[in-house]
């Protein structure tokens, strides 16, 4: 069963801007964060940027801080990720998550990277960027 929708990937010439969406809506429980994270073939998975849906506060990992916007829509149960200034390295398959589980806000500042801090993945989407 799907229970994270994520979608919007594509290819763009560098410096184009492309937006992911993910839908959280078939998670049965509260989601407490989310974030989006990318993978290139034989690398790890990293954190790219997380929401906290309570607040919407964003963070972001510095190489897409200032390029990258994580915002939401709760009304739609939605995580979106717009990207502009895109880079060749910013080619990755992209992968949305989301945490059930209650964690303090100050906490989620300093371990939203972390991959097992998440409950539940979504299927990924490509993006690709060619210069």
């Known amino acids: 069963q799907v229970q994270l929708e994520g979608s919007g990937g594509g290819s763009v010439q560098a410096g184009g801007s492309l937006r992911l969406s993910c839908m959280y809506s078939?998670?049965?429980?509260?989601?407490?964060?989310m974030a989006w994270f990318r993978q290139t073939p034989g690398k790890e998975r990293d954190g790219v940027a997380s929401?906290?849906?309570?607040?919407?506060?964003?963070e972001y990992v510095d190489s897409v801080r200032g390029r990258f916007t994580i915002s939401q829509d709760k009304a739609i149960e939605t995580v979106y990720l717009q990207m502009d200034s895109l880079k060749p390295e910013d080619t990755a398959m992209y992968y949305c998550?989301?945490?059930?589980?209650?964690?303090?806000?100050?906490?989620?500042?300093?371990?939203?990277?972390?991959?097992?801090?998440?409950?539940?993945w979504g299927q990924g989407t490509q993006v690709t960027v060619s210069s």
């Open positions: 929401i906290y849906i309570a607040d919407g506060t964003g």
């Open positions: 078939k998670i049965p429980h509260t989601v407490y964060y």
């Open positions: 998550a989301a945490r059930d589980t209650w964690k303090a806000w100050y906490d989620w500042r300093t371990q939203w990277h972390k991959m097992d801090d998440y409950n539940y």
